[in-house]
Each structure stands twice: as C-alpha cells, then as structure tokens.
C-alpha cells in the first residue's frame, strides 16, 4: 500500500451550490477510509486474509464493521434480483431475502470464484454499479 493516496476532488462551479465531490482510489471502502482488504481481515467471519502492517483497528470500528455485515441484506438481495444479470439473480435466490450482508457476500464469493480479501470490495462494487447510492457497508 503507498503511504500517501492521491484523492481527487472537485468543487462545483455554479455560483452559490458549493458541492464537492471526491474520487476513491477503487481499493478504498466508500465511507470507510480503509482499504477493503483491511476491513473484510477484520469484520467477515472465517476471513483467511493474512495479517497487515496498518495501524490497528479501533474496537468500536470492529464492532460497528461486524454490526453492518449481520445486518439485513434485503435491498442488495433484491437490487441484485432485477438487474438482470443471471450469475447476479442466482445469488439472490440462494440467499433469499432474510439474509445477512456477510451471508451474501459469502454467497456471491462461492458463485464467482472470487478470492479472500477481495470478496467485500467485488460486492461493494457490483452494488454500486448497479445503483449507485446503495451501500455495501
């Protein structure tokens, strides 16, 4: 990981509107400030990632981190049924709509073969492109 991540930011040029907005390096988990690596080492259940140089995660961020990934899963779980995409629906119907964010993120990784440590980033990502504004985390 390098030290210093470049972060691009862009103000808004209207008059008045003030808006900002910023650009992630893709391994940033949005609203995190972790790398993805670091907070599925840390929150998922059974996760195998090897262990990282990075500061210490605070208890609270862990306990905050595993409260996110037990909660429901029911806009994901749906979003993922009508995109149409058929690897996206076969997901869906395994885990159906009573599951956990951590069980759809371990179903989605079994169905696409996805890798320890980049299965919370490939979910985050799918969710996103999908619609935006939908979060993982």
Do not use: N
């Amino acid at each position: 990981m390098p030290l210093v991540v470049q972060v691009a930011q862009y103000v808004c040029v209207a008059a008045g509107c003030g808006a900002t907005w910023r650009i992630l390096p893709v391994f940033l988990a949005r609203h995190l400030w972790r790398a993805w690596k670091t907070v599925e080492r840390v929150a998922l259940p059974g996760a195998a990632v090897s262990p990282s140089a990075a500061p210490p995660v605070p208890t609270r961020t862990r306990c905050r981190w595993r409260s996110r990934l037990a909660a429901a899963a029911r806009v994901l779980v749906v979003l993922l049924a009508a995109s149409g995409g058929l690897e996206f629906e076969a997901v869906a119907a395994q885990v159906g709509l009573d599951a956990s964010r951590a069980e759809l993120v371990r179903s989605y990784a079994e169905q696409t073969s996805v890798v320890h440590g980049a299965r919370l980033a490939a979910v985050a990502t799918v969710a996103h492109r999908l619609e935006r504004g939908i979060r993982l985390m």
